[in-house]
């Protein structure tokens, strides 16, 4: 049997039909089975695409609003230079002065995130920044 045939015993009739048999006959049930459920897949797939059923794009597409700066342009303009300044103090400037536009529900991150990343702007205490420009060297 190690050579990869079957053996006779595969072949002779255990309980009426031989397994061999059987084995041949449940091959030839799942083929048609599968030929079915293929044609039953196609059929819908082609309905699906018919009726613009089919799966929608994850994100929306959201115009973007204008805006002629970057957020930390923005930020540092809005702030007054040597002046401690709290994050709510930060934001109503930001909108009071009409730099950036956003409809964000993550604004407050955004400008946290810049303000903690920005080398110009110095973290006080807790939500209380100052900013500390560089003085301009005059080229002669």
Do not use: W
């Amino acid at each position: 049997m190690s050579n990869g045939t079957v053996g006779k015993e595969a072949s002779q009739p255990a309980t009426g039909e031989g397994f061999f048999q059987t084995y041949q006959s449940l091959l030839r049930q799942k083929e048609r089975i599968d030929k079915d459920l293929l044609k039953l897949q196609s059929k819908f797939f082609k309905a699906i695409s018919r009726e613009g059923i089919a799966p929608k794009s994850k994100a929306a597409y959201v115009p973007r609003l204008q805006n002629t700066k970057i957020l930390a342009e923005a930020v540092r303009e809005c702030m007054v230079p040597g002046v401690e300044m709290t994050m709510q103090d930060i934001l109503k400037s930001l909108t009071k002065k009409d730099l950036y536009h956003t409809d964000s529900k993550y604004f407050y991150t955004m400008v946290n995130n810049k303000l903690n990343r920005d080398p110009l702007v110095k973290k006080v205490s807790r939500g209380v920044f100052v900013y500390k420009p560089r003085k301009m060297e005059v080229a002669l």
